[in-house]
């Protein structure tokens, strides 16, 4: 046998070993953990604060969105009480007018009627 075909023995079999050691959870050992603990606090200590700004961003983003609906609920209520408003200084002013002209007019809580040509043909 030759050097060489023992250095490709050593490479296989080392390649099989380093799986079957990661595998079994071997080259995870206790040293590692305490060597790498804090590096592993700090980690999970930040994943945690991700998750929490996450949280706390959608959190806002869905208050955002209520509070626009809202908002435009509001704005279209005061568009309806701004015209309701304009509607009544404007009949306001003109019942002022007519007074002050003494037209004699008055104001009908009532719409006028509608007069239609059929019940003048079904006398006929």
Do not use: C, H
Not at 27 to 54: C, D, H, P
Not at 58 to 65: A, D, V, Y
Not at 92 to 108: D, S, W
């Amino acid at each position: 046998m030759s050097v060489e075909g023992k250095s490709d023995k050593k490479k296989k079999s080392s390649g099989r070993g380093w799986v079957s050691e990661l595998r079994y959870g071997r080259t995870l050992s206790i040293e590692f953990f305490r060597n790498n603990a804090w590096i592993m606090i700090i980690i999970v200590v930040i994943l945690l604060a991700l998750m929490g700004l996450r949280y706390k961003t959608r959190t806002k983003m869905s208050e955002i969105k209520q509070l626009t609906v809202e908002l435009q609920r509001a704005e279209s209520n005061k568009l309806q009480e701004k015209a309701l408003y304009m509607s009544l200084i404007r009949e306001t002013e003109m019942i002022k007018m007519v007074r002050e002209k003494n037209l004699n007019l008055q104001f009908q809580e009532q719409p006028p009627y509608e007069l239609t040509d059929t019940i003048i043909r079904d006398n006929r």
